[in-house]
């Protein structure tokens, strides 16, 4: 089987709408410039996909691109993965070896996952960021090094600082320029868009010629996709196997998606019943407050009675149409 496409640069993002264009210009603009980016977005949204295209619309495009998995390594082989080793520095090491950044040298080392690197190493790394040089384990010379960092999280970078489990000076020298990858809920009609390259790029590999069906795409725009991009192309993946002409994507392959409170913002599918959103909302509302029921009438600017009135019919509104089925309508 031939591989999927590989399409480098800004333009292997694909998507139309204006947060993704938006991420495009910053790419292309931030691409010819030596300094550290910060890429932030949930998971699945394409963090390291922007990492590749920033690496092949730089200068850098013909070094390597080495991306390192910060929190997948044994403390104790850290220092070694990262800086290399001289041979006999240790019990097994029989031959010199390049570590991440000698290996990146002249390209790009992207670090994934960044809060996750024990603390230690993230000193260590620091150091050799600030210097330029670095030392081999067993080894007695430094050796400089070239190399452009991209850093990645889906964690809150605050709440990381504040848990002391990403240092603040490691946070301000990789943050020079942050970027943020939009979750596929704030991407408009990019979900279908990306729906059908996702079915093309399949087709092309197998040599068919599948088509996604109506209905699989009302439920692909209906969906809130909190496993964003890689959730959809999962979700693709498997209706493209199954298919023999036409995608089937059932409604079990995109259950409905619960609201998500993130600080103060409570954020809603995009179709829910005006029942259901009206319930989600007294409910958030009442959490914030502490369950305190005349400071949540207040701060909603209803009396105590309305609010009593509205939980009763919101809640009883909410049963009704679970029972009958009808929880989500397109509001488009
Ligand atoms: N705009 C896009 N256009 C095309 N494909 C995309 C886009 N965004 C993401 N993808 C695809 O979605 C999948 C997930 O992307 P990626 O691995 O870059 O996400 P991530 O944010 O790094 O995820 P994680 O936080 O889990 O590491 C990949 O197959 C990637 O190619
Ligand atoms: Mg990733």
């Not at 070694?80 to 090491?93: M, V």
């Not at 007695?140 to 964690?155: E, K, M, W, Y």
């Not at 795409?217 to 909190?226: E, G, K, T």
């Not at 009593?308 to 019919?313: E, F, M, P, Q, V």
Request: with cysteine.
């Amino acid at each position: 089987m031939t591989p999927l496409p590989n399409i480098a640069g800004a333009a292997s993002l694909l998507g139309d709408s204006v947060a993704i264009r938006a991420l495009r210009a910053q790419i292309e603009r931030v691409a010819p410039t030596p300094v550290s980016v910060l890429i932030l977005g949930e998971s699945g949204s394409g963090k390291e996909l922007a990492a590749r295209a920033l690496h092949a619309a730089s200068e850098r495009r013909k070094g390597p691109f080495v991306a390192v998995a910060c929190g997948a390594m044994p403390a104790e082989l850290a220092e070694s993965q990262w800086f290399g080793h001289e041979r006999g520095s240790f019990t097994g090491a029989t031959d010199r070896r390049r570590g991440y950044f000698e290996t990146a040298h002249g390209g790009t080392l992207f670090l994934d996952e960044i809060g996750d690197m024990p603390p230690p190493t993230q000193v260590k790394l620091l150091r050799a960021l600030e210097s330029g040089v670095i030392c081999r384990v067993g080894g007695s010379q430094f050796v400089p090094v070239d190399v452009r960092v991209i850093a990645a999280t889906r964690h809150d970078v605050t709440q990381a600082l504040r848990s002391g489990s990403l240092r603040d000076d490691l946070l301000y020298r990789l943050a020079t320029f942050v970027m943020h990858v939009p979750a596929l809920r704030h991407r408009d009609s990019d979900v279908v868009a990306l729906a059908h390259a996702h079915v093309a790029a399949l087709n092309a590999r197998a040599r068919t010629a599948k088509t996604l069906s109506a209905a699989s795409v009302q439920r692909l725009s209906a969906h809130a996709w909190p496993g964003n991009v890689r959730e959809l192309h999962h979700v693709i993946e498997r209706a493209f196997i199954l298919a023999d002409d036409l995608l089937d994507v059932t409604p079990e392959a995109v259950p409905p998606y619960d609201p998500v409170v993130r600080g103060a913002t409570l954020e809603l599918p995009r179709v829910v019943t005006l029942a259901s959103a009206q319930h989600h909302f007294i409910t958030a509302s009442l959490a914030h407050h502490g369950n305190d029921k005349p400071r949540t009438a207040r701060s909603l600017g209803v009396s105590l009675k309305t609010l009593y009135n509205r939980l009763a019919t919101s809640t009883e509104q909410t049963e009704q149409t679970e029972q009958t089925g009808q929880t989500r309508q397109p509001c488009r």
